[in-house]
C-alpha cells in the first residue's frame, strides 16, 4: 500500500508541473482527473470493501496430539465482488505452553467467495485460541483500507493421547463411603429401596414395587465405601514431560472411568498456586476437567502438589497417585 | 455442480464483454485521437468501423487457450502490409513526417511535396487500425497491464500534445475511459470472471460519471491557465535559476555543452522550460532559430550566453551592418506570430533580385557552429543559390526533399546577394515574372493585410490625435521633475511627438500621406511605403523605449497591449507593433527573425547569440518584400542591405539604450590589407582558440561527487552495525532471537521456512536453557542461506537492488 501511495504522489506531482508548466487545457484536465481518482476508486471499491465479511473456522474443535488440524479463513462478499487485497494479522496462542505465533499477512486478487487455509502444529497439547484481528480491506486502487469486522475467536483443543496403565489397582474397602458413580447405575442385588424423592432419575424406580405399593418407590444404590482416588500431577516442567503426563493422565482417568471409578484430578495452578480440583465422574466431567487443565499455563518450573499434603475428600481420606512425565532409568513409570 | 458451470460461463461471457467494451474505447480513441492531432484527413467512418470490429476480433482472438488464431490474425496484418507496401510506404513516411512536429533538434528542413489524398491515406489508415486493435486486444485481453495502454497512446500523441495540438477531445476522453478502467480493476484477481466482468463494468460506470463530471466542471472554452500555476510556475522558474547560478558558472556551462556537441543552453536569469509550443521561455522570441510559431508570450528579459552562432565573410570588402534573414511569420494571434500555410510554388524572395535585373553578385561564406538546421541569408537572395517558400525557408539548390540535408555539428554554404540600393537599378517585372507576382500578390498577400478588429482598433487608438495628444501631456507633466540626461531624452521624445502630431489627426490621414494608389510606379510605391514605414518607426520610437529587461507579457494578455502598456520593450515588441501598425496603414507587413551582424572593412563578422534581432518585411506591389526596421537604434548598415527610412538624426538613433552595447570582437580590421581569396575562411575566421576550462569549478564539483559517494557508501556500511550486533550479543539466546527475527522477513521476502532456524528460534524463545555457541552460529548461518534464498525470488530489477535490503535481514 504504501508503494502505491507513493506512485500516486508521484502521479499527483507530474500533473501538477504539468499543470504550472503548461499552459494547456490537457494538463489542466489531467490534474484534476489524477487529483479525483483516488476518490473515484473508493467509490468503486465501497460496495466490495462493506460487503466483506470473514468467518474463522476450524477442522474439529478437539483433537488428538499429532494429529492434523487445520484453520481456515473465509471470505464472503455479498455482493459478488473482488477486493483487491485483504490484510489481518492472524494470533494463535497455545495457553497450555505459552506459544504464540503471530502473522500479519494479507489475500491478493481475492475472489468474492475465498478461503485460505493453513496447518496448526499440534506435537504439544493445549488449548489453541485462534484470532484474526487488524482485517483490513484495501480499496481498488491500493490507496485506502477500511476495517473489516473481526471474525470470533476460534478454540481447539489439542488432547494427549491417552496412555493407559498397565495395572489399576486400588484398594477397597477402607470403610470410608464414597458417592457412587453417576449415570450409569450399577444395581445388581444390592440395593436398597426408598420412596421417590423428587429429582430422583426415572431408571431409579422400581417399577414392579411401584405398582405393588401404588406409590413411586427408587432403588437407592449402595455407597461406595471404596477410598476416592485422586489423581495428582504437576502442572510445569518440559513441554515433553508435561505432555506424558497428560497422557497419562488421561489413560488414568479412562482406566478409573472404565471401572466406574469416580475419581479426582488435581493440580496446583502455577501463577496462583491454588488447588484445582475437578471431579471426574463421567466422560464428559473429563473433558470439562482436561479443558479446564489445558488451560492454565505450564511453565518451565514450579511448585510441586507433593510438597503439600492432600487434602481429604467428601467422604474421607483419599487414595492418591501422582502421575509424573519422568522416565526412569529402567524405562517404568 | 452444473449450475456452477452455468454461473462460471456466464462470468466468462460477461467479463469478455467488459473486455471488448474497453479495447474498442482505447482503439477508437487512439484512432481518433492520432487523425485529429496530426490532421490526418481521411474518412473516419470506416476508421471507427474498422477500429470497433478489429478490437472485439482482437480480443475474442486473444482471449482462446492457444494463441494460434491471435498470431495468424498478426500475420495477415503483416502479411497485407507486406503486399502493399509500394502504395504504402509512401503514406507512412507522409505520415511520420506529420508527426515530426518538434521543432529541435534536430529540425529538418526539407519540406514533403508529396501529399497524400484521402483515397490514398484509407486503406492505409485501416490497416494501421487493425494493427493497433491487435496490439489494444492482446493488452486487455492478456497482458492486463494498463500503463502498457497508456505508454501506446500517448507515445502516438506525443509530438501532438508537446506542439500544444489538442487532439479530438471526445476521443482523448474515450482513451481515459479506457485506462481509466483498466487501472481501477488491476488488482483484482482473474480467478473469478463473473465478480471481475461486475467490477469492470462498475469501473467503466465511474470512469464515465467522473469525465462528465469534469468536462462540466472544467469548461475547455475560454479556459485560461489558473493563476496560482503562472505563480508558481514563476516561482519554479525563479528558484532553480538561482540555484544554477549559485553553482554554476552559466557561461562556462553553455561552452562545456558546446564543446561536448549538446544543443542546448542556459540562459541567465531564465531555464529553458518549454511551454506547449516548445519555445525557450523567456530566451527571448527572437532566438534566431526557425520556427513554425513564435511565443510572444516567452519574450521576457533577454539574457544571453555570448555564444557563437555563426562567422560570416563577403566576398567584397564591406563593412556595415547586415541582416541575416531566418524565416518569416505572418499571422498574429494575439500572443504569437505563426507561420502562413500556403504553398503556393513561387519564390516571393526572388522578385527583388528580379527587378533589379542582375547586378554584379556578392556571395557570403557562412558557417554556422551551433547548427539549428536553419539557412541565413543576407538581403536581397540572389537567383541560383536557393530557393524560399512562403515562410522563407531557404532550401539550398541540390537538395533532395527526402534526405536530411542538415549536418550536425557545423556547417558552411554560400549565398548570393544582391546589397545595393535596389531603387538604383530598379527594372519592372516581366513575363512570367510579372504573372508570377500578380498571382502571388493576389492569393498571398491578403494574409498579410490581416488584422482583427480588436488589434486593429487598438492601432487606431494608438495614431490617433487623441491618443498622441494624452502621450504629449504626460511626457510635458513628466519634464517638470527630469533633470540632466533624462530631461534631454524626454524633450527629444517630446519633439518627435509633436512632430508626427502635426502630420497626423487619425490613422486615415496619417496614411493619406502614403497613400497608394493603382496607378503609381513601383519606385514611386517603394518610396510610399518605405516613408509609412519610417513614420511608423519614428512615432515607435517616441511612445517607447528600447528596454531589453522588458518583463513577459501576462498570460491571456495581448502582446500589443502589453507593449503599449509597458511603453518599453525590444526588437520583438516593436517588430510586432510596427508590423501591425503597417497593416493597419494597408501596408502588407509580416514579422522577420534572423541575426543582425557587424562586418569589418574585410567584410568578416561573427554572429554573437545575442545579435538574435526581430524586424519587419513590407510588401511592395510590383517588386516584392523589402526589411524595414522597427527597432529604435537599429540604423540601416551601408553594406549588406540598407534600410530605408532609417533616421540619420541623432533623435532617431534610439531613446536610451543601444541594442547592442558590445561589439564582438571581430579578427584582424586593417585598412591596407587586402583580402586574400584563396585563403581558406575558416582560417581566417577561426583561429585556433586554446581555451581551457577553469579546473576550479571542476574540481569542485568532482569533490562533491566523490563527496556524496563516500558518505552514501559509509552510511550503507554503519547500516550494518546494528546486525553485527544483534550476532555478537552477550545474550546468545536473544541474539538467535534476532537471528529468528531476520528470518521471518526474509520468509515474507520469498524465502523457504528453515526447520532448523525455527527450531532454534522457538528454543531460544521458550526453552528454559541457554542456546551455545554453536548453535548461535548456525542460526546466523542459516538466517544467510535464507536471505540468499529471499534474494533469488525476486524479480530482476529487486534483485539487483536487494543489497540495499540486506541491513534489515
Known amino acids: 500500500m504504501l508503494r502505491r501511495r507513493l506512485l500516486y ?23 484534476f482527473a489524477v487529483l479525483c481518482f483516488p476518490v473515484l476508486g473508493l467509490l468503486v471499491s465501497l460496495p466490495a470493501m462493506l460487503g466483506s465479511r470473514a468467518v474463522l473456522g476450524v477442522s474439529a474443535p478437539c483433537i488428538q496430539r499429532r494429529s492434523a488440524a487445520t484453520w481456515t479463513l473465509s471470505l464472503h462478499n455479498r455482493f459478488h465482488l473482488p477486493v483487491a487485497r485483504v490484510s489481518y494479522r492472524l494470533r494463535v496462542v497455545n495457553r497450555l505452553t505459552g506459544e504464540i505465533h503471530s502473522a500479519r499477512t494479507s489475500l491478493r486478487r481475492a475472489r468474492p467467495e475465498e478461503d485460505r487455509s493453513w496447518t496448526l502444529e499440534t506435537d504439544h497439547c493445549g488449548l489453541v485460541e485462534c484470532t484474526v484481528d487488524r482485517l483490513w480491506a484495501c480499496d481498488c486502487l491500493g490507496l485506502f483500507a477500511l476495517p473489516l469486522r473481526k471474525p470470533p475467536v476460534m478454540i481447539l483443543m489439542i488432547v494427549p493421547q491417552p496412555e493407559l496403565p498397565g495395572l489399576v489397582e486400588l484398594p477397597e474397602g477402607t470403610g470410608i463411603s464414597a458417592p457412587a458413580a453417576k449415570g450409569r447405575a450399577v444395581f445388581g442385588e444390592n440395593y436398597e429401596l426408598r420412596p421417590y424423592r423428587e429429582g430422583d432419575s426415572l431408571r431409579m424406580i422400581h417399577w414392579k414395587m411401584t405398582a405393588k405399593r401404588d406409590e413411586l418407590v427408587t432403588r437407592e444404590p449402595p455407597e461406595d465405601t471404596r477410598p476416592l482416588p485422586v489423581l495428582t500431577f504437576d502442572h510445569f516442567g518440559l513441554l515433553a514431560e508435561v505432555d506424558r503426563t497428560l497422557d497419562r493422565l488421561a489413560g488414568w482417568s479412562m482406566a478409573l472411568l472404565e471401572q466406574e471409578r469416580v475419581h479426582e484430578v488435581r493440580w496446583l495452578h502455577p501463577e496462583t498456586g491454588a488447588v484445582r480440583i475437578c471431579r471426574v465422574t463421567a466422560e464428559r466431567d473429563w473433558e470439562a476437567c482436561l479443558a479446564a487443565v489445558l488451560s492454565d499455563p505450564a511453565p518451565m518450573r514450579g511448585k510441586s502438589i507433593l510438597e503439600q499434603a492432600i487434602a481429604q475428600g467428601p467422604g474421607g481420606p483419599v487414595y492418591q497417585i501422582h502421575i509424573s512425565g519422568k522416565e526412569v532409568p529402567n524405562g517404568e513409570t | 455442480m452444473g449450475k456452477l458451470d452455468d454461473v462460471h460461463v456466464e462470468g466468462k461471457l460477461l467479463l469478455l464483454a467488459g473486455d471488448i467494451l474497453i479495447a474498442i474505447l482505447l482503439t477508437v480513441g487512439c484512432a481518433l485521437a492520432f487523425l485529429s492531432g496530426y490532421a490526418v484527413a481521411t474518412d473516419t467512418g470506416a476508421v471507427v468501423a474498422c477500429c ?17 488464431g491471435a498470431l495468424l490474425a498478426a500475420a495477415g496484418i503483416v502479411w497485407l502490409f507486406w503486399l502493399t507496401w509500394e502504395k504504402t510506404a509512401p503514406v507512412l513516411e507522409w505520415v511520420g513526417l506529420q508527426m515530426e512536429l518538434l521543432p529541435r533538434p534536430p529540425a529538418r528542413t526539407f519540406t514533403a511535396t508529396f501529399s497524400p489524398g484521402k483515397e490514398q491515406l484509407l486503406p492505409v489508415m485501416l490497416l494501421l487500425s487493425a494493427a493497433l486493435a491487435w496490439i489494444m486486444g492482446w493488452i486487455v485481453a492478456r497482458a492486463r497491464r494498463w500503463y502498457l495502454a497508456a505508454l501506446l497512446s500517448t507515445a502516438l500523441l506525443l509530438p501532438a500534445i508537446l506542439m500544444g495540438v489538442l487532439p479530438a477531445w471526445g476521443a482523448v476522453l474515450a482513451a481515459f475511459a479506457g485506462w481509466g478502467a483498466m487501472l481501477l480493476t488491476a488488482l483484482f ?83 529553458g522550460i518549454t511551454d506547449a509550443a516548445g519555445d525557450l521561455a523567456g530566451d527571448g522570441a527572437a532566438s534566431g532559430s526557425l520556427q513554425r510559431r513564435e511565443n510572444l508570450r516567452a519574450a521576457g528579459p533577454r539574457r544571453y550566453a555570448g555564444r557563437k552562432i555563426m562567422t560570416v565573410g563577403s566576398s567584397q570588402p564591406a563593412a556595415g551592418q547586415i541582416y541575416l534573414r531566418g524565416g518569416a511569420l505572418g499571422v498574429y494571434t494575439g500572443d504569437a506570430w505563426e507561420a502562413v ?27 554556422d557552429v551551433s547548427f539549428r538546421g536553419v539557412y541565413f541569408y543576407p538581403y536581397q537572395l540572389a537567383a541560383g543559390y536557393g530557393s524560399t517558400d512562403e515562410s522563407g525557408w531557404l532550401r539550398l539548390p541540390g537538395s533532395s526533399e527526402w534526405e536530411d540535408i542538415l549536418i550536425p555539428g557545423s556547417e558552411e554554404y554560400e549565398v548570393g546577394y544582391m546589397p545595393s540600393d535596389p531603387r538604383e537599378t530598379f527594372a519592372p517585372l516581366g513575363g512570367a515574372a510579372a504573372e508570377q507576382e500578380r498571382a502571388y500578390r493576389q492569393e498571398a498577400i491578403p494574409v498579410y493585410l490581416d488584422l482583427d478588429s480588436y488589434t486593429r482598433n487598438r492601432v487606431e487608438n494608438l495614431l490617433s490625435q487623441e491618443r498622441l495628444l494624452l502621450i504629449i501631456e504626460a511626457i510635458e507633466s513628466s519634464l517638470d521633475g527630469a533633470e540632466g540626461e533624462e530631461r534631454e531624452i524626454l524633450e527629444q521624445n517630446l519633439a518627435q511627438l509633436q512632430a508626427v502630431y502635426e502630420n497626423t489627426l487619425t490613422l486615415k490621414d496619417f496614411g493619406s500621406t502614403v497613400e497608394l494608389t493603382d496607378d503609381m510606379s513601383v519606385p514611386e510605391r517603394f518610396d510610399a511605403v518605405l516613408t509609412a514605414a519610417s513614420r511608423t518607426a519614428e512615432l515607435l520610437s517616441a511612445i517607447a523605449v528600447y528596454d531589453p529587461d522588458t518583463p513577459a507579457m501576462a498570460p491571456g494578455g495581448d502582446f500589443l497591449q502589453h507593449f503599449l502598456s509597458e511603453g518599453r520593450g525590444y526588437c520583438v515588441h516593436f517588430a510586432t507593433a510596427g508590423a501591425l501598425m503597417l497593416r493597419a496603414q494597408g501596408i502588407p507587413a509580416r514579422y ?21 534581432h526581430a524586424w519587419v518585411e513590407v510588401y511592395i506591389d510590383g517588386y516584392g518584400w523589402h526589411p524595414v526596421e522597427m527597432t529604435p537604434g537599429y540604423a540601416g548598415g551601408s553594406s549588406g542591405v540598407e534600410l530605408s527610412g532609417a533616421p540619420e538624426t541623432e533623435e532617431a538613433a534610439g531613446n536610451g539604450e543601444t541594442p547592442s552595447e558590445e561589439m564582438p570582437e571581430l579578427p584582424n580590421e586593417s585598412k591596407t590589407e587586402t583580402p586574400e581569396e584563396d585563403a581558406p575562411l575558416s582560417e581566417e575566421i577561426f583561429p585556433e582558440e586554446e581555451e581551457k576550462p577553469a579546473p576550479g569549478k571542476a574540481l569542485r564539483i568532482v569533490g562533491g561527487v566523490v563527496l556524496a559517494a563516500g558518505l552514501l557508501c559509509g552510511a550503507y556500511f554503519l547500516s550494518f552495525l546494528p546486525r553485527r550486533a544483534a550476532r555478537r550479543h552477550k545474550d546468545v539466546n536473544r541474539s538467535v532471537i534476532h537471528a529468528y527475527r531476520r528470518y521471518r522477513r526474509a ?59 540486506k541491513p534489515l535481514l
Open chain 1, 9 to 31: 504522489v508521484l502521479a499527483l506531482f507530474l500533473a501538477y508541473l504539468g499543470q504550472v508548466l503548461d499552459v494547456g487545457y490537457l494538463f489542466h484536465f489531467i490534474f
Open chain 2, 52 to 68: 470497433v470490429f478489429g478490437a472485439a476480433v482482437s480480443v475474442l482472438l486473444h482471449k482462446q487457450a492457444h494463441p494460434w
Open chain 2, 189 to 271: 484477481g482473474r480467478k473469478d470472471p463473473g465478480s471481475l466482468a461486475r467490477a469492470q463494468f462498475l469501473s467503466l460506470a465511474g470512469m464515465a460519471m467522473l469525465l462528465l463530471l469534469l468536462v462540466m466542471a472544467l469548461p475547455m472554452e475560454g479556459y485560461t491557465r489558473p493563476q496560482w500555476a503562472t505563480n508558481a510556475r514563476d516561482n519554479l522558474v525563479r528558484g532553480v535559476t538561482e540555484q544554477v547560478d549559485r553553482f554554476f558558472d552559466i557561461d562556462q556551462l553553455n561552452e562545456t555543452f558546446l564543446e561536448l556537441g549538446i544543443d542546448f543552453t542556459l540562459s541567465g536569469g531564465n531555464l
Open chain 2, 341 to 367: 500555410n500556403t504553398d503556393l510554388g513561387i519564390s516571393p524572395s526572388l522578385f527583388p533580385y528580379e527587378t533589379a535585373g542582375r547586378p554584379e553578385e556578392y556571395t557570403m561564406s557562412i558557417r
Open chain 2, 592 to 612: 522577420v527573425t534572423g541575426y543582425t551582424v557587424y562586418l569589418n572593412e574585410r567584410g568578416r563578422g561573427v554572429v554573437l547569440d545575442s545579435d538574435a
Open chain 2, 747 to 805: 520468509v515474507d521476502l520469498g524465502s523457504k521456512e528453515d526447520k532448523i532456524l525455527e527450531e532454534l528460534g522457538r528454543k531460544a524463545k521458550f526453552s528454559q536453557h541457554t542456546l551455545t555457541e554453536e548453535e548461535r552460529e548456525t542460526a546466523w548461518t542459516h538466517l544467510d542461506a535464507a536471505a540468499e534464498s529471499a534474494r533469488g525470488c525476486q524479480p530482476k530489477w529487486r534483485r539487483f537492488l536487494f543489497p540495499l535490503a
